[in-house]
């Protein structure tokens, strides 16, 4: 349905910052709500954060809230997560993911789980030093 390329990724060292995109082959961007989420070795696939078809409503992982945005630019089909304070603790292969469920502030917290996404980007590595 929707090919998704995520890059970004690279080597950070603790408290510094990337931004990563996502972006997406199709012409209904915009009806497609979008997530981020990240995976470990020996570790489940864990939602990171998740944002409207408009942008006007997002979620986050608590964790991770106050140091990443996730932000989106329809027009160009592109989904973002701008990573700042990093920390070791992040390091993991982060991945794209599209549901064409709406979002709203009311929404309860399907976002977060992977089997309400439709389809996956193929990750890009983010690693963070101490």
């Known amino acids: 349905q929707v090919q998704l390329g995520e890059s970004g990724g690279g080597l950070a060292q603790a408290g510094g910052s990337l931004r990563l995109s996502c972006a997406a082959s199709t012409r209904t961007f915009s009806s497609y709500t979008m997530g981020w989420f990240r995976q470990v070795p020996g570790k489940e696939r864990e939602f990171v954060a998740a944002?409207?078809?408009?942008?006007?409503?997002?979620f986050y992982l608590d964790s991770v809230k106050g140091r990443f945005t996730i932000s989106r630019e329809n027009a160009k089909n592109t989904v973002y997560l701008q990573m700042n304070s990093l920390k070791p603790e992040d390091t993991a292969v982060y991945y794209c993911?599209?549901?064409?469920?709406?979002?709203?502030?009311?929404?309860?917290?399907?976002?977060?789980?992977?089997?309400?996404?439709?389809?996956w980007g193929q990750g890009t590595q983010v690693t963070v030093s101490s």
């Open positions: 944002i409207s078809w408009g942008g006007g409503t997002t």
């Open positions: 993911a599209a549901t064409d469920r709406g979002l709203t502030r009311f929404s309860s917290s399907w976002y977060s789980h992977r089997s309400e996404y439709n389809d």
